[in-house]
């Protein structure tokens, strides 16, 4: 990370959503839970790895499904993170949600008990919740009946219990929401982080994205509507973004959650950042609950109000990261998209997918590919796209892929767009900037 030091005024004038100056906004902390490694180091490590971790369930029998691969998280121990009585209250949502908290406050450096509560908030998105408790939970009620179920339940199968119990693990009393918004939930979240502390709404935010979905009835709800890869004996090459072979994407589980702060308020307590959030758009296709508006041009706003809220023009970006879900219909959606939006500028820029280190996690996918957005700006690196061999008919941007992969150190980014579709129509689009301090 990059030490701040003394700042200029903001160049880009007043907030978007409302009178007087907008704040700063700063990523201080990053906290990944992934199938490509647990913590910062070990998931930078991930993404310079040119294998995919995604292989057959282990957690359950997928035997009757289509689809039988998926992104595990390997190595996780709850007990790291927490006390022995409290993990085994708490289902596997709540463990990633608390450990990825914990991951990127030690990350940051930050003691919440030096925040001001009232001025410490806490954004999260997930699209199933405590999904796979509920599902098991289930079966107990059809087996033993409402006597058997356990009755920590009701408090845990919720999204909320996401941003909840990370308020109540460090104390922050200010605004409070998870919200449930598909694919795009972890990037809202971030999103919506910004503009709290941008508004003066907050000071610190803690904001990303929590899934554990891989439970069965879930999981093959997904495999019916046949949106999943079918190659199931060649998991590490499954999911394959924008490549002309792509034929669904694989679920993963994962979080990921990231210190935002006021620039002021990180400066006062010498931290140190990765980069600065600097836009975010968001949009609704109105059109279909699975399929992309064949146009684009929702999505392509909510790239173009990322970057207009940044005060950002399509010259000034170097890179997207895409939501690149390795379906059909998404990746050439996309590209065309990112055409749409940056116009000439998208023949000049690297694109990458990175699900294929850490499956698609659903809602917390837009939260982990934030976090390597900053990553990559700090380290000045992009990772690959794996699997991409030959692209697919309506790909032609220029993909990052092993063959191209750069030196660490060696890519000029000033700013970088990432983006995340989700059912229903939702599109959303962050904009970063590489820290000048």
Request: hydrophobic residues 40%.
């Amino acid at each position: 990370m990059t030490p701040l030091e003394t700042q200029q005024p903001d160049p880009r004038g007043s907030s978007p959503w409302g009178a007087g100056p907008r704040r700063r906004v700063v990523v201080t902390g990053i906290g990944p839970i992934t199938a490509s490694g647990i913590g910062v180091d070990a998931f930078w490590a991930g993404l310079k790895a040119t294998r995919s971790p995604i292989r057959p369930i282990t957690r359950f029998d997928a035997s009757p499904f289509r689809s039988r691969l998926a992104a595990e998280v390997d190595g996780f121990d709850p007990l790291d993170f927490l006390e022995a009585k409290e993990a085994s209250r708490l289902d596997r949502f709540a463990h990633f949600s608390l450990a990825a908290t914990q991951l990127a406050l030690d990350d940051a450096e930050l003691d919440p008990s030096s925040v001001d509560p009232e001025r410490g908030a806490v954004q999260m998105g997930s699209a199933l919740g405590g999904i796979a408790q509920a599902e098991e939970q289930a079966g107990v009620f059809q087996q033993g009946g409402l006597r058997a179920v356990d009755p920590r339940l009701a408090l845990s199968v919720f999204a909320g219990s996401a941003s909840c119990r990370a308020a109540i693990a460090t104390g922050f009393t200010g605004p409070n929401s998870t919200n449930a918004m598909s694919c795009a939930s972890g990037t809202i979240a971030v999103g919506d982080a910004w503009r709290l502390i941008g508004s003066g709404a907050a000071d610190v935010v803690l904001a990303g994205g929590v899934e554990a979905p891989l439970a069965p009835l879930s999981y093959g709800a997904f495999a019916l509507i046949r949106a999943m890869s079918t190659r199931n004996d060649d998991g590490h090459r499954a999911c394959r973004p924008f490549d002309e072979d792509r034929d669904g994407f694989l679920m993963g589980e994962a979080a990921c959650v990231l210190v935002l702060e006021e620039l002021e308020h990180a400066r006062a307590r010498g931290a140190e950042v990765y980069a600065e959030i600097t836009g975010f758009g968001t949009s609704n296709d109105a059109h279909h609950m699975a399929a992309p508006r064949p146009d684009g041009s929702s999505a392509a706003r909510a790239m173009c109000t990322a970057m207009s809220t940044a005060g950002l023009e399509p010259e000034d970006i170097d890179h997207v990261n895409a939501h690149a879900s390795s379906t059909p219909l998404n990746d050439s959606t996309e590209s065309r998209v990112i055409r749409q939006a940056l116009g000439d500028r998208a023949n000049h820029i690297t694109v990458t997918g990175t699900k294929p280190f850490y499956g698609h996690a659903l809602g917390a996918s837009g939260a982990v590919e934030v976090g390597i957005c900053a990553l990559a700006l700090q380290r000045q690196w992009t990772p690959p796209t794996l699997n991409h061999d030959t692209p697919g008919v309506d790909c032609d941007l220029s993909y990052v892929t092993l063959d191209s992969v750069p030196e660490e150190g060696t890519v000029p980014l000033r700013n970088v767009l990432s983006n995340s579709f989700g059912f229903g129509g939702i599109n959303a689009s962050i904009a970063l900037s590489r820290a000048p301090f």
